[in-house]
């Protein structure tokens, strides 16, 4: 069962508007949400996280809302740039075990267009 | 400087094939995981290294898979008499955290084919 979910594959956005990209996640002892922003034939690279006792976190262009009760997080871009494009993952870690792990969507595609 | 390091970054492997994944993390990191990525996925973990220790590996599919890192610092994913089902693309990330999953920094992984 997907613990985190995005359920958009790709999004397209005109460059300067905004893009929203969303995630869910179903575990309740997440407690901490990564966004993770990948190009080809590289790793993952952290963009920006939130902790669960905040509901928003903003750096740049970047912002992450989070809403505990509806299990929802999203991610702002504003405004939009062709570099930008690229696949974005959300990220979610527990709140016990050792490990302590991250979670992953599955990725949304993201394509900003000049 | 430097970040994390995998090799090689691509390795092709005929089924039944033992193949070794090698990774350094970035200097003095003390958490080290490995990830799985199948193609259209995200990154499923795989196993969790705090210095030498091999504290979780809860995510291996199967003991045809195994992990060490035997002096705290660099990492080899070892698969023994690979399947078809093993191509994915593994990843490393290191963290100067311990046990804790945030702010992770990933190599740019192996990308593993059997044939």
């Known amino acids: 069962d997907q613990q985190v979910k995005q359920n958009s594959p790709s999004l397209s956005v005109q460059e300067g508007r905004i893009s929203i990209l969303n995630c869910d996640y179903t575990?309740?002892?997440?407690?901490?949400f990564l966004w993770y922003k990948k190009y080809p034939a590289e790793g993952p690279t952290f963009l920006i996280s939130i902790s669960s006792i905040k509901d928003k976190n903003e750096d740049g262009r970047f912002t992450v809302f989070l809403n505990k009760s509806a299990k929802h997080l999203s991610l702002h871009i504003v405004p939009s740039q062709p570099g930008d494009s690229a696949v974005y993952f959300c990220?979610?870690?527990?709140?016990?075990?050792?490990?302590?792990?991250?979670?992953f969507g599955s990725g949304t595609q993201l394509t900003v267009l000049p | 400087g430097a970040g994390v390091s995998q090799s090689p970054r691509y390795k092709v492997a005929k089924r039944g094939q033992d193949v070794a994944l090698r990774c350094d993390p970035i200097s003095g990191h003390v958490s080290l995981f490995w990830y799985q990525q199948a193609l259209g996925q995200g990154p499923e973990f795989l196993t969790y290294f705090q210095n030498e220790a091999q504290l979780d590996k809860s995510g291996l599919p199967s003991d045809r898979f195994f992990a060490e890192r035997p002096e705290g610092s660099v990492s080899t994913l070892k698969i023994q008499r690979t399947q078809q089902e093993d191509s994915a693309v593994y990843l490393c990330a290191s963290s100067p955290y311990r046990g804790q999953g945030y702010e992770q920094y990933f190599g740019p992984g192996t990308r593993l084919t059997v044939t």
């Open positions: 575990n309740s002892m997440f407690d901490y």
């Open positions: 990220a979610a870690r527990r709140s016990s075990g050792s490990a302590r792990q991250l979670t």
